[in-house]
């Protein structure tokens, strides 16, 4: 009879929060004209599936790569797209210093990071990056900004790219994440 109450219990207790799926989730992203460029803000999450965790703490890079793309809605073809911008950075585990290093690989910025959650926030944080000048776009035109972010299989080492083709624990990307951009 315990036994019987000590299963229902359990059954009926609220199930503990299952850690978050590897993935990559844009959180947040916009656009700001600030001196005639628009600049962009995002918030992305990046989480490492086991495979790709175990690949970077073994010394494999990741590189990670956010696409903007600016576009012009169109009713009857296709949307124009105006302007691509590709942002991309590179994340590595130095095992002589016990440190996450990531790197901009558009600006060639480096930072280091003790824990891999501040590496891959760093990654995910977008501030003010230029994306396009006013002056490519005509005023008071209808125009939508969209941003995709992921996990870059092509720039992996040569002998794990067959594996992670093949593995969908390797193909990390986000949904587009789009907005109105103000001309």
């Known amino acids: 009879m315990r036994a019987l109450a ?12 299952a850690a978050e799926a590897p993935g990559v ?10 001196e005639e460029v628009y600049r962009l803000s ?14 970077l703490a073994n010394g494999v890079p990741l590189t990670f790569e956010v696409t903007v793309e600016v576009v012009q809605p169109r009713r009857w073809l296709w949307d124009e797209t105006l302007a691509t911008v590709r942002l991309r950075s590179r994340l590595r585990f130095h095992a002589l210093s016990g440190r996450y290093v990531l790197v901009n690989l558009n600006s060639g910025a480096r930072r280091t990071f003790r824990r891999l959650e501040a590496a891959l926030a760093a990654a995910g944080t977008l501030e003010a990056v ?3 000048d006013r002056r490519l776009l005509a005023p008071g035109g209808r125009y939508q900004a969209r941003l995709r972010a992921r996990l870059d ?23 587009w994440y789009a907005w109105r951009l103000e001309s």
Do not use: F, M
Request: hydrophobic residues 55%; glycine residues 4%.
């Open 6 to 17: 000590l299963v229902l219990a359990l059954a009926a207790a609220p199930a503990a929060p």
């Open 42 to 55: 995002a918030r992305i999450d990046y989480r490492l599936s086991p495979a790709a965790g175990e690949a």
């Open 25 to 34: 989730v844009v959180r947040h992203a916009d656009t700001r004209l600030v």
């Open 153 to 175: 299989i092509e720039a992996l080492p040569a002998p794990l790219r067959p594996l992670a083709y093949l593995s969908p624990g390797w193909r990390l990307a986000s949904e």
């Open 130 to 132: 230029p994306v396009l």
